[in-house]
Nanobody, 123 residues
Framework: QVQLVESGGGLVQAGGSLRLSCAAS????????MGWFRQAPGKEREFVAL???????FYPNSVKGRFTISRDNAKNTVYLQMNSLKPEDTAVYYC?????????????????WGQGTQVTVSS
């Protein structure tokens, strides 16, 4: 069983930055693909970023160049640095783990999820 706990959300003005953290339990964290997703009110959950066990990253166009995902395997933690935030980035952000090492962007490919952390960007 893997437990994921997100932190770092909050209220920020447009153009500002936040860094989200996701602490994971489990001795094989370094082998997981880790992802971040978000869900805005009334919308479906959407993919935001992933980092594979080997350090490869991938982003959708909506956040590319503004968001950076990274991982620290020694701390069993994955981060999401969010810069140049926009009001449309407002959502609950979720951390997720895929134990199969796959390079995947669909939520049903992820095995474990955190409880989410709220990010609100004011205009």
């Amino acid at each position: 069983q893997v437990q994921l706990v997100e932190s770092g959300g909050g209220l920020v003005q447009a153009g500002g930055s936040l860094r989200l953290s996701c602490a994971a339990s489990g001795r094989t964290f370094s082998s997981y693909t880790m992802g971040w997703f978000r869900q805005a009110p009334g919308k479906e959950r959407e993919f935001v970023a992933l980092v594979t066990w080997s350090g490869n990253t991938f982003y959708p166009n909506s956040v590319k160049g503004r968001f950076t995902i990274s991982r620290d395997n020694a701390k069993n933690t994955v981060y999401l640095q969010m810069n140049s935030l926009k009001p449309e980035d407002t959502a609950v952000y979720y951390c997720a783990a895929c134990v199969s090492r796959a390079y995947v962007t669909t939520e049903n490919s992820y095995d474990y999820w955190g409880q989410g952390t709220q990010v609100t960007v004011s205009s």
